[in-house]
């Protein structure tokens, strides 16, 4: 069974950093691209951000203008995003997703983690 | 940006109801158009994927069809644990996902 656990989320500053973690198990991590999700409270939903199984190639939404990165740890089935200059808006929930061996859908998600971005 | 209209926003059925989401791609999509549904308090879960595809596991009260711009989600019959948010997603470019549909029992 696939399991992604999210960790990292939690109440920051604007214009600080902070940065997610993901854990996967269950399936063979290095085969698959993973991406971010966020859901602002009470919102929709939001591609954050992708990359390749090999971390290769990564993709971002254009309304972040160039404030997160994106990389995977194959050898520790991990998957990270480092978010700088945060904002109020990005206040979200933030999933981490499974994708496929190329593009195509997001057939596993994580429970999700909160990042509040407050003074 | 492709950009994914999705409508309605809210819809009211009774149980046992037919009920259809459309959601309409800003270009051409081909088939690369995803279903999901998100119950409160949960990460959302694949239900359809590549327009008509149904996930492993989901009923077959779930359905969905179309290509190009134009699409369709159904549930042939309503019942009370489908109460939750349904989302469409493309994926011919960086993903887009629609404003989403809240389902609600009448």
């Known amino acids: 069974e696939v399991h992604l656990v999210e960790s990292g989320g939690g109440l920051v500053q604007p214009g600080r950093s902070l940065r997610l973690s993901c854990v996967a198990s269950?399936?063979?991590?290095?085969?698959?691209?993973m991406h971010w999700v966020r859901q602002a409270p009470g919102k929709g939903l939001e591609w954050v951000s992708g990359?390749?199984?090999?971390?290769?190639?990564?993709g971002y939404a254009s309304s972040l203008k160039g404030r997160f990165t994106i990389s995977r740890d194959n050898a520790k089935k991990s998957l990270y995003l480092q978010m700088d200059s945060l904002r109020p808006e990005d206040t979200a929930f933030y999933y981490c997703?499974?994708?496929?061996?190329?593009?195509?859908?997001?057939?596993?998600w994580g429970q999700g983690t909160l990042v509040t971005v407050s003074s | 940006d492709i950009q994914m209209t999705q409508t309605p926003s809210s819809l009211s059925a009774s149980v046992g109801d037919r009920v259809t989401i459309i959601c309409q791609a800003s270009?051409?999509?081909?088939?690369?158009l995803n279903w999901y549904q998100q119950k409160p308090g949960k990460a959302p879960k694949l239900l359809i994927y590549?327009?008509?595809n149904l996930e492993t596991g989901v009923p077959s009260r779930f359905s969905g069809s179309g290509s190009g711009t134009d699409f369709a989600f159904t549930i042939s019959s309503l019942q009370p644990e489908d109460i939750a948010t349904y989302y469409c997603?493309?994926?011919?470019?960086?993903?887009?996902f629609g404003q989403g549909t809240k389902l609600e029992i009448k």
């Open positions: 997703v499974k994708g496929q061996v190329v593009s195509g859908p997001f057939d596993n």
């Open positions: 269950g399936f063979t991590f290095d085969d698959y691209a």
């Open positions: 990359i390749s199984w090999n971390g290769d190639a990564a």
């Open positions: 270009q051409d999509i081909n088939n690369y």
């Open positions: 590549d327009a008509s």
């Open positions: 997603q493309q994926y011919e470019d960086l993903p887009t």
